[in-house]
């Protein structure tokens, strides 16, 4: 058996803990902007549903309660404007990280064979652990600027991330029509990234689900959804899986198997969440007030903001290496994200996330002003 370091790349994060040193020694304190986790409260109504459901001794359902799974083919009907779905389109997954980082192995992929390699495609910028996924299922994998130039050969699984982590970029929906055709003109399982679909700023996200897109077919199409990020749950663990009946189906009996089981408690907690959308829009004030005051900061501090039309972050660059960026900005006590994490696309720009409070993103937008 090959050493971990073998399978997978270095683990980002830790090639910054320099900066967020220098960052961490501002008189003013941190304002740590790199990575997008939620910092306000988990709304009370789901707090009170996860209290609520607390007594749960026994064993939790791979597949979710009953309650659960109505919820979840209501938000879709109603957000993503789904027709026709059932419980057998639907399927819980213990966060989406988990989820994006063994799809692969779970949809059976690998090394293939001499002639037939197993090909896993993601974006040329895009959340690491596309590659990850593929890495650890020891499949082949490819990046793209447009799936639809690639060769299709061996490609089983083709990920698409709208809006987009970390550009905030929205693939408009004669895109995404034009992709889903090429992927089924080619029998390419479609799993789109869709985490960030309620917080679109200036476009308006369109899942893969939607019958403009999918021709009323959910036939090779799954979409991801989180609970993470428009209901500040990334604690509690809970994302999703819609679309597709026959593949959903068949990873629910692999994911019986493995015990991929959410909590009782967050299910209840999810029901309660999914059912309610005020504070959905309670939260997106919040961020599109923090979104505002950022975007404007950095643009008078000489950045250019590119993308970031939708999601929880600003694709910021000042036309120089991205680690120089970072150390600029740390010394301000800023932390952000440098791109090249995302990919070496990304080798001149920063992510930074709105997913501050707002004394602190009011601390930032001082530092920057002061500069």
Same mark, same amino acid.
């Given at each position: ?7 997978? !790349? &270095? ?5 910054? /803990? #320099? ?10 304190? +941190? ?12 709304? /009370?109504? %789901?707090?009170?549903? *996860? ?35 059932? $419980? ?10 988990? *989820? ?6 779970? *949809? ?14 993601? !974006? ?6 596309? @590659? ?19 060769? #299709?050969?061996? %490609? ?9 982590? #970390? ?8 895109? *995404? +029509?034009? %992709?889903?055709?090429?992927? =089924? @003109?080619?029998? +390419? ?8 679909? /309620? ?10 689900? $939607? ?10 199409? %799954? ?41 009782? !408690? ?19 004030? =919040?961020?599109?007030?923090?979104? /505002? ?10 950045? =250019? +903001? ?19 960026? &970072? ?31 707002? @004394? =602190? ?11």
């Amino acid at each position: 058996m090959s050493a971990v370091s073998d399978r997978l !790349p &270095v683990f980002p994060w830790d090639k910054l /803990e #320099p900066y967020k040193a220098t960052a961490a020694a501002h008189a003013d304190g +941190i304002v740590d902007l790199s990575v997008g986790t939620p910092v306000d409260p988990v709304p /009370e109504l %789901i707090q009170k549903a *996860l209290v609520a459901a607390a007594d749960s001794p026994g064993y939790p359902t791979v597949w979710g309660t009953a309650e659960l799974r109505d919820a979840l083919v209501g938000w879709c009907e109603r957000r993503l404007g789904a027709r026709g779905f059932t $419980h057998r389109n639907v399927l819980p997954t213990v966060g989406s990280k988990e *989820l994006v980082a063994w799809l692969p192995t779970q *949809l059976g992929l690998g090394p293939g064979t001499a002639t037939s390699k197993d090909v896993v495609a993601y !974006p040329r910028l895009a959340y690491p652990t596309y @590659e990850v996924g593929a890495r650890l299922a020891r499949a082949e994998y490819v990046a793209y600027d447009d799936p639809t130039e690639l060769d #299709p050969t061996g %490609i089983k699984l083709l990920w698409l991330n709208s809006p987009s982590n #970390p550009t905030g970029r929205v693939l408009a929906k004669d895109e *995404l +029509i034009r %992709i889903v055709a090429w992927a =089924r @003109e080619h029998g +390419i399982l479609v799993v789109s990234d869709e985490c960030y679909l /309620e917080l679109g700023w200036e476009a308006e996200p369109v899942s893969v689900l $939607h019958p403009e897109v999918c021709g009323g077919s959910y036939e090779g199409l %799954i979409a991801v959804h989180s609970l993470s990020k428009r209901s500040n749950l990334a604690g509690y663990r809970f994302a999703f899986l819609a679309g597709d009946e026959s593949h959903l189906q068949n990873l629910l009996q692999i994911r019986k198997h493995g015990g991929m089981m959410t909590a009782a !408690p967050v299910q209840a907690a999810a029901a309660v969440a999914l059912g309610d959308d005020a504070h959905v829009t309670e939260q997106r004030a =919040r961020y599109a007030a923090r979104r /505002e005051a950022l975007r404007d900061a950095l643009s008078a501090h000489g950045f =250019r +903001i590119e993308h970031s039309e939708a999601s929880l972050y600003l694709w910021a660059t000042r036309d120089e290496n991205c680690w120089d960026t &970072v150390g600029h900005l740390a010394r301000l006590g800023i932390l952000v994200a440098p791109g090249d994490f995302y990919g070496t696309a990304g080798e001149s720009f920063v992510r930074v996330a709105f997913t501050a409070t707002d @004394e =602190r993103v009011a601390a930032a937008v001082e530092r920057l002003r002061k500069g």
